[in-house]
């Protein structure tokens, strides 16, 4: 016999709607002065890729937030 237990833990956002503000400024802070670091893994080539990017997110490459943008889109809000 296999018993398996599923813990889950979480919090509502909303709950914190009120804190909000002040959780972003904090937030903002840190990324600024360097406290706190993103991971991103970003993908370049829009629809033609989205495959392989599919196969590539499966695969564990990514770390962090992983999108797979517009290209022309992504240069004209990155510059």
Do not use: H, M, W
């Amino acid at each position: 016999l296999i018993k398996v237990i599923l813990r889950v833990e979480g919090f509502i956002i909303f709950d914190y709607i009120s804190q909000y503000p002040e959780a972003l400024k904090e937030l903002a802070q840190g990324l600024a002065e360097g406290k706190l670091q993103r991971k991103e893994t970003i993908i370049l080539g829009g629809l033609e890729i989205a495959e392989r990017a599919l196969v590539a997110l499966y695969q564990g490459i990514n770390t962090g937030i992983f999108f797979c943008p517009n290209p022309i889109l992504y240069r004209q809000i990155t510059g």
